[in-house]
């Protein structure tokens, strides 16, 4: 199949499409001709997924734009940071560049992440396209303008929020893509049928093997459904006043986990968001909140998925209890010192809780290890 599907994000002066299909990356000039159409494209793309990708999205501009150029970025979590930013915006300004150039972000969502806060800073604020190639991209960083880099404080402390003016998803970047890599990005997957989608949860349950195994109508809908949820939540809350945190379930713990860890690749960011959902709902299960039945099928979907759904599962578990609740009570959710949770109250309900006694999260904490 080669249709292309198109969904819209409609936030007004700021409303773009997310094209999703086969082979676009070589057929972005018909897809968003007209963000590119004669302008100065400068392409930012991971270093490890360039020579995959970079040449066909560098021939395909090339047919519509009046100047491409490449910039190439370390894949690793290490290139979110204020010095590659500052090491890219020179370069970019090397170039010649004024307020009509073009940021093209080619990779997972580090890349993505980077590009768009450089599209952000760069002459006061650039357009920028997202050509997502992780399934975490795909299905969540692309999409909904968050944009940023990590401080020594913490990850993603500095940060704009700048919408993208297309994001273009090409499923066929995903046959390079390490099954680790597919299997923590399927996590976010999981995490749209939990918060607010009963049926597609379901979907999920029945359907989640042929998504990793990558199946094609299967990742096509798994992409689809997730953006459009993503979409619906960013175009009622676009600066997470109320809604938009919803899809921060189950990360007060992932936070937390991956802080422990220190990004360096021992605990991937969707790894730790699938121990963290399975441990929203224990939580919620011990608060009366949520159906232990409904507790234990979202912990038997994320750990039939090939996800840890155990502290003890993980290299955070070197952390003590207390060491872990600290950092929570740091997360940038957390408000007044008061610690900040999505949990749910059933699959496909949630809501934002900051009411978590200390001690329950303690005990769940403790019994997860
Ligand atoms: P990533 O960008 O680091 O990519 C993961 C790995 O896959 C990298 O080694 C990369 O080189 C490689 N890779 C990417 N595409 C590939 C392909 N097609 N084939 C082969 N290898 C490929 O990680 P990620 O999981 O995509 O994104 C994680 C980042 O996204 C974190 O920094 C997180 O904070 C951020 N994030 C942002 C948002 C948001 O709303 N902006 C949401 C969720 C996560
Ligand atoms: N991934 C969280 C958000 O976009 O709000």
Known sequence: MTDNSTLTVGLDERA????????????????????????????????????????????????????????????????????????????????????????????????????????????????????????????????????????????????????????????????????????????????????????????????????????????????????????RIVEADEREAGRRALLNLGHTFAHAFESVCGYDGRLLHGEAVGVGMAMAYRLAGEMGLCPGQDGGRAAAHIAGSGLSTRLSDIPAATATTPELINIMRRDKKARNGRMRFVLPRAIGDSFVCDEVPEGLLTQVLEASR
Not at 60 to 73: E, G, M, P
Not at 101 to 109: E, M
Not at 113 to 130: E, K
Not at 184 to 200: C, H, N, Q, S, T
């Open 16 to 231: 773009y499409d997310i094209t999703v299909g086969r082979r676009l990356i070589a057929r972005v000039d018909e897809v968003a001709d007209a963000q590119l159409s004669g302008r100065h494209v400068v392409i930012i793309a991971d270093d490890a997924v360039a020579p995959h990708h970079l040449t066909l999205l560098a021939t395909a501009c090339a047919r519509s734009c009046h100047r491409v150029d490449n910039l190439l970025v370390a894949s690793g979590e290490a290139s979110k940071s204020m010095a590659t930013l500052a090491g890219l915006l020179e370069d970019i300004l090397a170039f010649g560049v004024d307020r009509d150039v073009v940021l093209v972000a080619l990779g997972g969502g580090v890349i993505g992440d980077l590009a768009g806060f450089a599209a952000a800073s760069l002459l006061r604020g650039v357009d920028f396209i997202q050509v997502p190639t992780t399934l975490l991209a795909q299905v969540d960083s692309s999409v909904g303008g968050k944009t940023g880099v990590n401080a020594a404080a913490g990850k993603n402390l500095i940060g704009a929020f700048h919408q993208p003016r297309a994001v273009i998803i090409d499923i066929d970047t995903l046959a390079t893509l390490p099954d680790r890599e597919l299997r923590a990005g399927y996590a976010e997957v999981i995490k749209y049928g939990l918060l607010g989608d009963a049926a597609f949860f379901e979907w999920l349950e029945a359907h989640g093997h042929d998504v990793l195994h990558r199946d094609e109508a299967a990742l096509r809908h798994a992409i689809i459904t997730s953006c459009t949820a993503k979409a």
